[in-house]
T-cell receptor, first 112, second 117 residues
Framework: SQQGEEDPQALSIQEGENATMNCSYK?????LQWYRQNSGRGLVHLIL?????REKHSGRLRVTLDTSKKSSSLLITASRAADTASYFC????????????FGSGTKLNVKP | GAVVSQHPSRVICKSGTSVKIECRSL??????MFWYRQFPKKSLMLMAT?????????EQGVEKDKFLINHASLTLSTLTVTSAHPEDSSFYIC?????????????FGPGTRLTVT
Protein backbone atom coordinates (compact mmCIF):
# COMPACT_ATOMS: atom_id res chain seq x y z
CA SER A 1 0.00 0.00 0.00
CA GLN A 2 1.01 3.60 -0.26
CA GLN A 3 1.31 4.17 3.43
CA GLY A 4 1.04 1.13 5.60
CA GLU A 5 0.11 -2.41 6.26
CA GLU A 6 -2.61 -4.04 8.25
CA ASP A 7 -2.75 -7.36 9.93
CA PRO A 8 -4.20 -9.77 9.92
CA GLN A 9 -5.16 -9.74 6.25
CA ALA A 10 -8.18 -11.83 7.12
CA LEU A 11 -9.92 -12.62 10.38
CA SER A 12 -12.76 -15.02 11.02
CA ILE A 13 -14.54 -15.05 14.38
CA GLN A 14 -17.81 -16.09 15.95
CA GLU A 15 -20.55 -13.61 16.73
CA GLY A 16 -20.06 -12.17 20.19
CA GLU A 17 -16.29 -12.39 20.10
CA ASN A 18 -14.00 -9.39 19.92
CA ALA A 19 -12.08 -8.55 16.76
CA THR A 20 -8.75 -6.75 16.78
CA MET A 21 -7.11 -5.33 13.70
CA ASN A 22 -3.74 -3.63 13.53
CA CYS A 23 -2.37 -0.98 11.24
CA SER A 24 1.17 0.22 10.78
CA TYR A 25 2.19 3.28 8.83
CA LYS A 26 5.38 4.77 7.52
CA UNK A 27 5.48 8.53 7.98
CA UNK A 28 4.54 11.03 10.66
CA UNK A 29 0.86 11.88 10.68
CA UNK A 30 -1.68 14.42 11.85
CA UNK A 31 -4.59 12.01 12.06
CA LEU A 32 -5.42 8.36 11.55
CA GLN A 33 -8.85 7.19 10.54
CA TRP A 34 -10.56 3.84 10.27
CA TYR A 35 -13.00 3.01 7.53
CA ARG A 36 -15.24 0.12 6.76
CA GLN A 37 -16.07 -1.21 3.32
CA ASN A 38 -18.75 -3.73 2.55
CA SER A 39 -18.00 -5.91 -0.44
CA GLY A 40 -17.96 -3.87 -3.64
CA ARG A 41 -19.19 -0.73 -1.94
CA GLY A 42 -17.88 2.66 -0.91
CA LEU A 43 -16.26 3.50 2.37
CA VAL A 44 -17.93 4.36 5.63
CA HIS A 45 -16.02 6.48 8.12
CA LEU A 46 -15.81 4.87 11.56
CA ILE A 47 -13.54 6.91 13.75
CA LEU A 48 -10.73 9.48 13.69
CA UNK A 49 -7.89 9.66 16.18
CA UNK A 50 -5.50 12.57 16.27
CA UNK A 51 -1.76 12.19 16.60
CA UNK A 52 -1.82 13.58 20.15
CA UNK A 53 -4.46 11.08 21.28
CA ARG A 54 -3.71 7.58 22.49
CA GLU A 55 -7.14 6.02 22.68
CA LYS A 56 -10.62 6.75 21.46
CA HIS A 57 -13.98 5.03 21.82
CA SER A 58 -17.12 5.08 19.75
CA GLY A 59 -19.86 2.63 20.65
CA ARG A 60 -18.39 -0.86 20.27
CA LEU A 61 -15.24 0.50 18.65
CA ARG A 62 -12.01 1.22 20.46
CA VAL A 63 -9.03 2.66 18.64
CA THR A 64 -5.52 3.06 19.99
CA LEU A 65 -2.63 4.95 18.50
CA ASP A 66 1.07 4.60 19.26
CA THR A 67 2.94 7.22 17.30
CA SER A 68 6.31 6.01 18.58
CA LYS A 69 5.67 2.66 16.92
CA LYS A 70 3.69 4.17 14.05
CA SER A 71 0.84 1.79 14.68
CA SER A 72 -2.83 1.74 15.53
CA SER A 73 -5.34 -0.90 16.46
CA LEU A 74 -9.09 -1.17 16.03
CA LEU A 75 -11.04 -3.31 18.47
CA ILE A 76 -14.63 -4.24 17.75
CA THR A 77 -16.27 -5.68 20.84
CA ALA A 78 -19.17 -8.11 20.89
CA SER A 79 -19.04 -8.53 17.15
CA ARG A 80 -22.13 -9.12 15.05
CA ALA A 81 -22.62 -10.81 11.70
CA ALA A 82 -23.37 -7.35 10.30
CA ASP A 83 -19.80 -6.31 11.14
CA THR A 84 -18.57 -8.56 8.33
CA ALA A 85 -16.66 -6.22 6.02
CA SER A 86 -13.17 -5.03 5.16
CA TYR A 87 -11.61 -2.51 7.48
CA PHE A 88 -8.99 0.00 6.42
CA CYS A 89 -6.89 2.50 8.27
CA UNK A 90 -6.08 5.74 6.53
CA UNK A 91 -3.44 8.27 7.40
CA UNK A 92 -2.66 11.71 6.21
CA UNK A 93 0.92 12.90 6.13
CA UNK A 94 2.31 15.47 8.51
CA UNK A 95 2.88 18.11 5.84
CA UNK A 96 -0.36 17.48 3.96
CA UNK A 97 -3.48 16.60 5.86
CA UNK A 98 -5.52 16.72 2.66
CA UNK A 99 -4.29 13.42 1.31
CA UNK A 100 -5.23 10.06 2.75
CA UNK A 101 -3.20 6.95 2.27
CA PHE A 102 -4.85 3.65 3.03
CA GLY A 103 -3.50 0.52 4.62
CA SER A 104 -3.86 -2.86 3.00
CA GLY A 105 -7.01 -3.71 4.93
CA THR A 106 -8.31 -6.54 7.08
CA LYS A 107 -11.18 -8.67 5.84
CA LEU A 108 -13.34 -9.55 8.82
CA ASN A 109 -15.84 -12.39 8.70
CA VAL A 110 -18.18 -12.73 11.67
CA LYS A 111 -19.95 -16.05 11.69
CA PRO A 112 -23.46 -16.13 13.16
CA GLY B 1 -25.89 15.40 4.84
CA ALA B 2 -22.43 15.08 3.24
CA VAL B 3 -23.39 12.78 0.41
CA VAL B 4 -21.13 12.04 -2.52
CA SER B 5 -22.47 10.31 -5.59
CA GLN B 6 -20.70 8.65 -8.47
CA HIS B 7 -22.02 7.92 -11.93
CA PRO B 8 -22.10 5.41 -13.38
CA SER B 9 -21.96 2.76 -10.68
CA ARG B 10 -20.88 0.17 -13.22
CA VAL B 11 -19.57 0.48 -16.74
CA ILE B 12 -18.31 -1.99 -19.31
CA CYS B 13 -16.40 -0.69 -22.27
CA LYS B 14 -14.28 -2.03 -25.09
CA SER B 15 -10.52 -1.67 -25.32
CA GLY B 16 -9.49 1.57 -26.91
CA THR B 17 -12.53 3.55 -25.90
CA SER B 18 -12.68 6.29 -23.27
CA VAL B 19 -14.87 6.28 -20.20
CA LYS B 20 -15.92 9.22 -18.04
CA ILE B 21 -16.78 8.83 -14.37
CA GLU B 22 -18.50 11.61 -12.48
CA CYS B 23 -18.14 12.44 -8.81
CA ARG B 24 -20.61 14.87 -7.28
CA SER B 25 -20.97 16.35 -3.84
CA LEU B 26 -24.73 16.58 -3.43
CA UNK B 27 -25.21 18.79 -0.41
CA UNK B 28 -21.92 20.56 0.10
CA UNK B 29 -19.24 22.33 -1.86
CA UNK B 30 -15.89 20.73 -2.42
CA UNK B 31 -12.83 22.62 -3.59
CA UNK B 32 -10.86 19.41 -3.36
CA MET B 33 -11.80 15.95 -4.48
CA PHE B 34 -9.69 12.83 -4.57
CA TRP B 35 -9.67 9.85 -6.88
CA TYR B 36 -8.72 6.38 -5.72
CA ARG B 37 -8.34 3.08 -7.45
CA GLN B 38 -8.94 -0.27 -5.81
CA PHE B 39 -7.96 -3.63 -7.25
CA PRO B 40 -9.91 -6.72 -6.16
CA LYS B 41 -9.30 -7.58 -2.53
CA LYS B 42 -6.74 -4.82 -2.28
CA SER B 43 -6.45 -1.45 -0.65
CA LEU B 44 -7.30 1.93 -2.10
CA MET B 45 -4.55 3.66 -3.98
CA LEU B 46 -4.68 7.44 -4.18
CA MET B 47 -4.41 8.41 -7.83
CA ALA B 48 -4.80 12.15 -7.84
CA THR B 49 -6.03 15.24 -6.07
CA UNK B 50 -8.55 17.26 -8.01
CA UNK B 51 -8.68 20.99 -7.30
CA UNK B 52 -11.55 23.16 -8.48
CA UNK B 53 -10.41 25.55 -11.18
CA UNK B 54 -6.87 24.24 -11.44
CA UNK B 55 -4.93 21.26 -12.67
CA UNK B 56 -5.08 17.99 -10.83
CA UNK B 57 -2.09 16.73 -8.88
CA UNK B 58 -1.19 13.15 -9.69
CA GLU B 59 0.52 10.64 -7.45
CA GLN B 60 3.80 9.17 -8.55
CA GLY B 61 3.37 6.49 -11.17
CA VAL B 62 -0.10 7.60 -12.29
CA GLU B 63 -0.26 8.63 -15.95
CA LYS B 64 -1.94 12.00 -16.18
CA ASP B 65 -2.57 11.60 -19.91
CA LYS B 66 -4.25 8.30 -19.27
CA PHE B 67 -6.44 9.44 -16.39
CA LEU B 68 -7.78 12.89 -17.20
CA ILE B 69 -9.28 14.77 -14.29
CA ASN B 70 -11.45 17.84 -14.54
CA HIS B 71 -12.89 19.72 -11.57
CA ALA B 72 -15.01 22.32 -13.28
CA SER B 73 -17.26 23.28 -10.39
CA LEU B 74 -17.42 23.10 -6.62
CA THR B 75 -19.66 20.05 -6.80
CA LEU B 76 -18.34 18.05 -9.73
CA SER B 77 -15.13 16.29 -10.63
CA THR B 78 -14.75 13.90 -13.54
CA LEU B 79 -12.23 11.17 -14.23
CA THR B 80 -11.83 10.10 -17.83
CA VAL B 81 -9.98 6.88 -18.54
CA THR B 82 -8.65 7.36 -22.04
CA SER B 83 -7.93 4.56 -24.47
CA ALA B 84 -8.93 2.03 -21.87
CA HIS B 85 -7.24 -1.36 -21.67
CA PRO B 86 -8.23 -4.46 -19.70
CA GLU B 87 -5.60 -3.63 -17.07
CA ASP B 88 -7.55 -0.43 -16.32
CA SER B 89 -10.41 -2.57 -15.05
CA SER B 90 -10.83 -1.63 -11.42
CA PHE B 91 -13.04 -0.07 -8.79
CA TYR B 92 -12.69 3.71 -8.83
CA ILE B 93 -13.72 5.68 -5.75
CA CYS B 94 -13.82 9.42 -5.28
CA UNK B 95 -13.93 11.45 -2.11
CA UNK B 96 -14.70 15.08 -1.51
CA UNK B 97 -13.57 17.48 1.15
CA UNK B 98 -16.27 19.81 2.48
CA UNK B 99 -15.15 23.41 1.97
CA UNK B 100 -16.87 24.30 5.25
CA UNK B 101 -15.52 21.36 7.19
CA UNK B 102 -12.23 20.40 8.73
CA UNK B 103 -9.30 19.37 6.56
CA UNK B 104 -9.71 15.75 7.52
CA UNK B 105 -13.38 15.48 6.77
CA UNK B 106 -13.64 13.62 3.52
CA UNK B 107 -16.72 11.91 2.26
CA PHE B 108 -16.49 8.96 -0.06
CA GLY B 109 -18.61 8.08 -3.03
CA PRO B 110 -20.01 4.56 -3.53
CA GLY B 111 -17.51 3.73 -6.26
CA THR B 112 -17.61 2.90 -9.96
CA ARG B 113 -16.71 -0.53 -11.22
CA LEU B 114 -15.03 -0.33 -14.61
CA THR B 115 -14.62 -3.42 -16.74
CA VAL B 116 -12.69 -3.14 -19.98
CA THR B 117 -13.19 -6.01 -22.40
Amino acid sequence: SQQGEEDPQALSIQEGENATMNCSYKTSINNLQWYRQNSGRGLVHLILIRSNEREKHSGRLRVTLDTSKKSSSLLITASRAADTASYFCATDVEYNFNKFYFGSGTKLNVKP
Amino acid sequence: GAVVSQHPSRVICKSGTSVKIECRSLDFQATTMFWYRQFPKKSLMLMATSNEGSKATYEQGVEKDKFLINHASLTLSTLTVTSAHPEDSSFYICSARDIAGGPYEQYFGPGTRLTVT
